[in-house]
């Protein structure tokens, strides 16, 4: 049995789990005030060439976007996003807990297109009732998106155009960033770094145990930030947990940072599956995922027989007879598993 | 040096670690419904006596209480405590940011007096205008305390009569339950399960990496828990993360769990650690704390002297030339320390 | 210039003025409590047909659908509405501020479709990450729309069918009640009490100076709601200022209320209104609103001479000639400024 | 009977009604954006030689305090006040629902004491622990205070200073505010207005049917001030029917204004109250009060024969014997009922 069910489910990448053996009698300061916390910092501002980026890490993703949006806002603002956004649909209201509406935009495969948000940003503006409205404060978007599709370098360069013109932050949600970083598009920790205000470098499905880096590249923070994290219930009192683990995952070997070769060797095995899938089987793609979760429209007269060699996810029916299923490789999953999966599929 | 500054400066315990290390390549489910987390359940309900006991996994202290808190009081309630503890004083008003008034009461060395109670309830209800004042929905309390201090079985008795006479729920912070349970008092964890609505058993202060479990010891949690955990940013995917290491700390190594032996260990050293400074070196105590957090009165110009051997935490001014000073042993502390700083102090 | 922008812009009905004078000595108990409170509550009891209802007096719409909204959900739970809902669009965030989610439905006219409805419950339902979304709990409808329009009778009972079936509320916000009542439609005050679980009768846009009812009708209020109301900040210590209008409001003249008759007149004048504008000018109705907002197309040619006569609100383009215009009557439109606007346009 | 158990217990003093009747059928704007309104803070500008202030009208005190607070705090601020402030005691947590904590220090009679604030900031500063505590960002005072008590005009500056020196807002709740000002204090309009950062002056117990008015008197209001308070749910449409009433408080009758005049006939009538209970009747004050709310000693056995005569308020027990009492007089009290209750008394 192959696990493609979801890049959540195995415990840490070897490289991080030994780190966390190696400093794990190494006393140190609490609050995230350690010296791997520290260091972690410190490669991380590297990796995004961004000298003056302040660094805080948070336990989870859900926990990172409530304690940001919520840190940076206006009371009376909100959050714009593409309806398929994790804050909108799968966060439970956590930011809505925090009192900020969020406000969805028609999503295009998981992404918000430029010319929706001037749309949307222009009627506002021109509403005589805009100020019994929520402002809009902040504009949303992962990368990779919840459908595994990427923005280009230009697409998120007109995005931060719009936000600066109207006053808004662009804020990345990157819990899956090592698997879109290493897709062949054009964006880098730096193009993000100098677009966005804030991002997170997501730990917990990219090799971590738990952990998520929230970055304000420019030194941008709101004032008393671990005040806020703490509020939200997001310090952690050992926040080195976390640390120690961004120090693992932005560690370089030979070149490349282990965050960089989490990401390649998902995204080779993602490909080679889809070679399988579409190339080999003939399955068409559902979405044209260029990243680590693939979507493929499956007859339903072979779930059966998938489903003996593979765990995976059933999305959505796309008509009587066939069903999108979501595949999705992580850095858990091995080269000898796909080989083996392109034998019993097309044996 | 030896560093008795906190609990929570070192990483995890070995026995714990060791646990992480060796589940780390089996995949699972995630948010809480992986093997290990049950098992850690099942575990943790034996040592309670609590068949009935539903459990959840949370990150850390400060998010556990202000989930729990939120999650089972009315809006319109507030919780009492004493004036010293963690969540009216260290949580960044975190309970307050759910929207719940923390109504503060006289402590007595960290604890709350159900003669204080008492009257307050008393008061409340014969007030004309208690429709207008916050209703107490629960009482919080934390064991051991902030000041080290433990209730005895009678006393949280009382208090949980109080409770149900007065319908209020009774929750208590277990953030070093361990050391609690370990200092000879009567208090057990079926005593707890039976008196308490609600009580956590601290992980990260006591041997885990990270990781606080909720107990609520007769199945009575309210809808939808999982919700709830989730919109307080309070769930982690991979939750196994902290169900993994209660499963160590709950696991029996002859009759008693990891956690029994890791709080045994510590009051042990905490105690030889008062025969010094209490007997041999005659400083009076400041509070008379049973458990692993000792305070003594240091002359002023003693200070010096120790800070060459001892990292600690100085807690507050006594008079002129006096200074109470916080001492904390752990898991982390070993006999060889305090057998050094018995050679070194006494010398 | 005869004014009809909105319902607002006035004072209140001659009669509900009269009321608050010959009332304005009597000393009487405050916060609700008072004799004037008390009959209202009677009155509007015997117009729903509703012996066992709840009812209490608040200031303001806004206010009263997040203090309402927010006393009857369970914190994880959110409401869903048309898109086009003044929760969702005209409160600033009002209800997302007490931390649930608007969870926004496509509009038709308005009006939410028991078929939209349906087709979200049982998406929602099938889906296997329902826990980590954000649970419905309400269905929040405006009677009459915020475009003019109307349910029927047999409309409600399908939504409040849905609604028992799926466990949710089903709250009728009446900010422009009387001029739903009074249009020829065939629901009714006791049929609202026997299909909706909570509803509000507007006061501020239907002839009183300030204030609306919430009405329960089945004795069916959350326990506190004076507590809760408070806490909101909707608590009017001379609460009887509210009291005293709906006491007006209720009262008989012959078989009618006040209330009956304000809807009433205003609609007879709509309907003029809508004789002169699609009858004889020719215009064609934006929106077919049988109420006392009403939706024309204008030629952008006709705009300013239309201007000069009177007083309304642009609502939005049609095409590059025409507008669609919004025209208010309200209790305080006489059947003079009609005949004088007839004469004016028609002449 | 006469009635002294509040002074919210009758409709509007009648210069305020005539107003309100006077301009019924005056169509204006809506959302405080009428005539009436902006005439009111003309007039309050004037009274408080403010130039620069902006003022907004809501309808009642908690809602008041709720919305003011939670717009000019940051996040993870709280505000300190006496332990018997109206916001710690009587508004059913309406602050802590904004998500600020509410921090009481001890009171005196009523007040907050210089010495008490400034020890309490010194300890604040000093402690290590400062970023995990709520971050004092206002202080709130009442004028008069919960106890009728007053502060001098050197001890508000003395309170000013301090908070301008650390950084706080000072904000003055000023539910009572004409009693205050009458009560032949050295505290005035202009005063309040140069010492004060946000203050409101009290409607609803000070002759209007509802409303407050918020003065931020130095143009230093918050952005976006109405999205704000119509987040909070205190907009009202008809925000005029507080304009007008505060624009008849505000009027001039010979040199003083109507709320100067409420307030002289209310103080004056309470000092007579006090000749007869303390001079003629020989009962002990409980406090020393110069305003409106009258506190006295009442043997318990005369209580019964009071009783009979007028209507007053048990505040508390003094000893087994005696009973302390609230007599409160208000813009409703005639000197004809005074005259008649000295008859019956000393008779």
Wanted: proline letters at 3%; glycine letters at 10%.
């Amino acid at each position: 049995m192959i696990h493609l069910e979801s890049d959540y489910n195995n415990g840490a990448h070897a490289g991080v789990l030994q780190r966390l053996v190696e400093t794990n009698d190494v006393r140190s300061q609490s609050y995230g005030d350690d010296e791997f916390s520290w260091n972690a910092r410190k490669l991380i501002r590297e990796a995004c060439g961004a000298p003056d980026a302040q660094i805080w890490f948070l336990a989870g993703g859900t926990q990172t976007n409530a304690t940001v949006i919520n840190s940076v806002l206006e009371s009376y603002e909100g959050v714009l996003c593409a309806d398929t956004a994790h804050i909108n649909v799968h966060e439970a209201g956590a930011v809505e807990f925090t009192g900020h509406k969020v406000i969805p935009l028609p999503g295009h495969e998981g992404k918000l297109q430029v010319a929706d948000l001037k749309a949307w940003l222009a009627a506002y503006h021109a509403d005589d009732t805009a100020e019994h409205m929520v402002r809009p404060g902040m504009v949303y978007i992962t990368f990779p998106t919840e459908l595994g599709t990427l923005y280009t370098a230009d697409e998120l360069r007109e995005l931060a155009d719009v936000c600066r013109q109207y006053g808004l932050l662009l804020y990345v949600d990157g819990a899956r960033l090592a698997y879109g970083l290493a897709a062949g598009g054009d964006v880098t920790l730096p193009l993000l770094s100098s677009v966005a205000d804030i991002f997170y470098i997501g730990g917990t499905k990219c090799g971590a145990l738990c952990g998520e880096a929230v970055v304000f590249p420019r030194g941008n923070a709101p004032s008393h930030m671990l005040s806020r994290i703490k509020r939200h219930g997001s310090l952690l009192a050992k926040s080195r947990v976390v640390g120690v683990q961004f120090e693992a995952l932005f560690s370089r070997v030979g070149g490349a940072t282990l965050y960089d070769l989490i990401g390649r060797q998902a995204i080779e095995l993602a490909m080679r599956l889809r070679g399988l899938f579409v190339g080999k089987l003939g399955y068409a793609p559902y979405i044209d995922s260029p990243t680590n979760q693939q979507f493929y429209i499956i007859p339903n007269a072979d779930l059966a027989r998938l489903r003996e060699h593979i765990g995976f996810e059933v999305w959505c029916p796309v008509d009587a007879s066939h069903t999108a299923c979501r595949f999705v490789t992580s850095w858990a999953t091995t080269e000898e598993e796909i080989a083996e999966l392109e034998k019993l599929l097309t044996h």
